[in-house]
């Protein structure tokens, strides 16, 4: 069993950075794929960023790509998610998810994966 909990969400302004944070209790994060996505109101879940299970393979959603990098900590056992030159479209929750079976195709499938934080609120204004 995992728990995630997000963490730094909050309001900037466009072009703007921030650093979101994922931290795992009840065991390590080494062999789950781990995963960023978003939401917006009336909107689909997206995929953002995502670690392959080995941790060695790093993917992108297109409209992040460039602007947004994922690492980890393994000891910390926390998720980052850097976020660059923020834009009103980037303004979601953002949720952190792992997965243990999660194969390289199912990467930016928010079905794949096992467990959830609860979200973190990101606000993008003029």
């Known amino acids: 069993q995992v728990q995630l909990a997000e963490s730094g969400g909050g309001l900037v302004q466009a072009g703007d950075s921030l650093r979101v944070s994922c931290t795992a209790s009840?065991?390590?994060?080494?062999?789950?794929?781990m995963g960023w996505f978003r939401q917006a109101p009336g909107k689909e879940r997206e995929f953002v960023a995502g670690?392959?299970?080995?941790?060695?393979?790093?993917y992108y959603g297109d409209s992040v790509k460039g602007r947004f990098t994922i690492s980890r900590d393994n000891d910390k056992k926390t998720l980052y998610l850097q976020m660059n030159d923020l834009k009103l479209e980037d303004a979601a929750i953002y949720y952190c998810?792992?997965?243990?079976?999660?194969?390289?195709?199912?990467?930016?499938?928010?079905?794949?994966?096992?467990?959830w934080g609860q979200g973190t609120q990101v606000t993008v204004s003029w």
């Open positions: 998810a792992a997965g243990r079976t999660v194969i390289t195709s199912q990467i930016r499938s928010h079905t794949a994966y096992d467990w």
């Open positions: 670690f392959s299970r080995t941790g060695g393979f790093t």
């Open positions: 009840g065991r390590t994060l080494n062999g789950y794929a």
